[in-house]
C-alpha cells in the first residue's frame, strides 16, 4: 500500500489549547486529503477535506496542505474533552488509504 | 454529510460459515466502494476496492476467493466472507463516494465473531 504515516501518539494537550495533528504521505501524484476522527468501537467520520496546497478552516479545524513537502495536517483551536479521539490522515492515491491515526487526549 | 448505511452492525458466526455483510449508500449513488477491516487499537487496512458493475479490486495479501465483494448497483456492495475461520474476527467497514477525488463515507461497520 502507499505510505501515509502519522505520529501515533499520543498528543495530550489541555482543554481550550490548539492541538496539531501532522501527516506525510509517499505519492507526489495525490490530489485529495482528508482528514477523519475515530472514536473507540465506532467508524471514522469525516472532519475535513483539502484539495489546494495552503489553509483552509471549517469551525475550530484547520487543514493545511503542502505538495511540495508532501505533508498536510489539522489544527484543532480551542480543544475540548470530547475532541479526544484518534484522528485519520486520508489520502486518496486513486484508492483510499489511511495512517495509523494519532490518538489526542485533551485534558479538562 | 452523506449516508451510508452497513448491516449488520455485529454477528456471531461458527467457523466454517459463511457471512454477508451489506453496505448501502442512502442518499447518493456511490461509483466505488471500499473495503477495510481493523484489528483492535490498529488502524484501517485497505481489503478491496469495488467499482459498480466491475470486478473489485484487492489488496496484496487479501484473499479475493475468501473476501467475495459484489457491487451490483450503485448504491450497494456486499462483502462474503467464506468459510470464516477465528482469525478473520475483526472490525468490518465500509466506505463509499460518489466520484474520485471526493469525499468518501463511511458505514458504521461489523464486528465479526468467528467461534
Known amino acids: 500500500q502507499k505510505e501515509v504515516e502519522q505520529n501515533s501518539g499520543p498528543l495530550s494537550v489541555p482543554e481550550g489549547a490548539i492541538a496539531s495533528l501532522n501527516c506525510t504521505y509517499s505519492d507526489r501524484v495525490s490530489q485529495s486529503f482528508f482528514w477523519y476522527r475515530q472514536y473507540s468501537g465506532k467508524s471514522p467520520e469525516l472532519i475535513m477535506s483539502?484539495?489546494?496546497?495552503g489553509d483552509k478552516e471549517d469551525g475550530r479545524f484547520t487543514a493545511q496542505l503542502n505538495k511540495a513537502s508532501q505533508y498536510v495536517s489539522l489544527l484543532i483551536r480551542d480543544s475540548q474533552p470530547s475532541d479526544s479521539a484518534t484522528y485519520l490522515c486520508?489520502?486518496?492515491?486513486?484508492?483510499?488509504?489511511f495512517g495509523s491515526g494519532t490518538k489526542l487526549n485533551v485534558k479538562p | 454529510g452523506a449516508v451510508v448505511s452497513q448491516h449488520p452492525s455485529w454477528v456471531i458466526c461458527k467457523s466454517g460459515t459463511s457471512v454477508k455483510i451489506e453496505c448501502r449508500s442512502l442518499d447518493f449513488q456511490a461509483t466505488t466502494m471500499f473495503w477495510y477491516r481493523q484489528f483492535p487499537k490498529q488502524s484501517l487496512m485497505l481489503m478491496a476496492t469495488?467499482?459498480?458493475?466491475?470486478?473489485?479490486?484487492?489488496e496484496q495479501g487479501v484473499e479475493k476467493d475468501k473476501f467475495l465483494i459484489n457491487h451490483a448497483s450503485l448504491t450497494l456492495s456486499t462483502l462474503t466472507v467464506t468459510s470464516a475461520h477465528p482469525e478473520d474476527s475483526s472490525f468490518y467497514i465500509c466506505s463509499a463516494r460518489v466520484d474520485r477525488n471526493t469525499e468518501a463515507f463511511f458505514g458504521q461497520g461489523t464486528r465479526l465473531t468467528v467461534v
Open positions: 469495488s467499482n459498480e458493475g466491475s470486478k473489485a479490486t484487492y
Open positions: 483539502i484539495y489546494s496546497n
Open positions: 486520508a489520502v486518496d492515491f486513486n484508492k483510499f488509504y
